[in-house]
């Protein structure tokens, strides 16, 4: 079933397929969701920084880990993509591992115990054809 953005509540999230989260996240998700799906072309992901910073990348972006000291807290993706993970926050020095990473779409990354510095300092991700959830 096909939902448009604008009529994404907390309720479409359990009741449509939507992923498994914890309900306190419920309504961050649908933000961060909507945010993503109401941007431009090519925004595939919508991400929190700290308490209250707010931004989407799109592809071919690059999506650093920290901006302004603030790590990314929460992130929802709106598209399928496959992502590399780079050692530098500018996305240089190569991918790391050398390996893609796939992301469906209505994914939810929740950054719990700062994982998301263990995997390097930015990505840069690609559209691809993976089913959504």
């Known amino acids: 079933m096909l939902v ?3 009529d994404i509540t907390p309720a479409d ?3 449509l397929g939507f992923p498994t989260i914890p309900l306190e996240l419920v309504p961050e998700y649908v933000k961060l969701y909507n945010m993503c799906q109401d ?3 090519g925004t595939y992901v919508a991400v929190r920084y700290g308490d209250n910073n707010y931004t989407t990348f799109k592809y071919n972006q690059c999506y650093q880990y920290v901006i302004d000291g603030n790590k990314a807290e929460m992130a929802v993706f709106c598209k399928s993509v ?3 993970n780079n050692p530098n926050p500018d996305c240089t020095g ?3 591992p050398p390996i893609p ?3 469906p779409e209505k994914l939810v990354l929740v950054n719990t115990a700062d994982f998301v510095q263990l995997l ?3 990505a840069t ?3 691809n054809s993976l089913p959504a959830l």
């Open 4 to 6: 448009a953005a604008q």
């Open 125 to 127: 991700c690609q559209q």
């Open 13 to 15: 999230v359990l009741l």
């Open 94 to 96: 190569g991918a790391i």
């Open 120 to 122: 390097g300092q930015g």
């Open 39 to 41: 941007s431009v072309d």
């Open 101 to 103: 990473f796939p992301f």
């Open 82 to 84: 496959t992502c590399y």
